[in-house]
């Protein structure tokens, strides 16, 4: 096996050092030789991090080449759903809509979107709402979420999940849409 380069790249508090470490320990685990490196921007929560692991028969550093990474790990879109996600899900609870709709979470998507955010153009995530009931799976209509209900996840969305500037409610039933984003 030829040397495998993996990037983690994201800001403290992600678990960015800890994916590191326990991939190291994964190939280490399966024979292979294992080099890591780590910079860290801050020792708290938002500075910036980065972890490279290197593994394969016989690695000789741990520092990848520039433009040599096989695998390149972000974590800021994971966080802006994981906050996002959990916005949505407390919001629901609060309304009673967890106990009503069958299947209701957030994407972020793979592409970011231009906004503003204070005073300046920013180039951040946008957050897609997906709420569906069905009774068979096999067809879905959308929730009809209050107007007030969806503002409010939209603004706490908009204020607390920094990296996004975006909210959009996905309006598509099955078929022609799958319940699912893939």
């Not at 190291?24 to 910079?39: T, Y």
């Not at 955010?117 to 067809?139: E, L």
Request: charged share 25%; aromatic share 8%.
């Amino acid at each position: 096996m030829s040397t495998f380069n993996v990037s983690l790249v994201g800001v403290g508090g992600q678990g960015i050092l800890l994916t590191a470490n326990l991939l190291g320990r994964v190939a280490a685990l399966a024979g292979l030789d294992v080099k890591k490196s780590e910079i860290h921007g801050m020792a708290q929560r938002g500075g910036s991090v980065a972890s490279s692991v290197r593994f394969g028969e016989k690695v000789h550093s741990p520092i990848i080449p520039a433009g040599e990474s096989d695998l390149l790990v972000a974590f800021d879109r994971l966080e802006a759903l994981r906050e996002a996600d959990a916005i949505l899900r407390d919001e629901f609870a609060k309304a009673g809509l967890d106990k009503t709709v069958w299947q209701y979470f957030t994407v972020v998507p793979d592409f970011k979107s231009v906004g503003v955010r204070n005073n300046a153009r920013s180039y951040d995530w946008p957050v897609i709402i997906r709420a569906v009931n069905t009774i068979d799976a096999m067809t879905a209509t959308i929730e009809q979420i209050e107007w007030p209900i969806l503002m409010k996840i939209t603004d706490r969305i908009l204020a607390e999940v920094k990296t996004v500037n975006r909210v959009c409610y996905d309006m598509s039933p099955k078929p022609s849409a799958t319940i699912e984003w893939e």
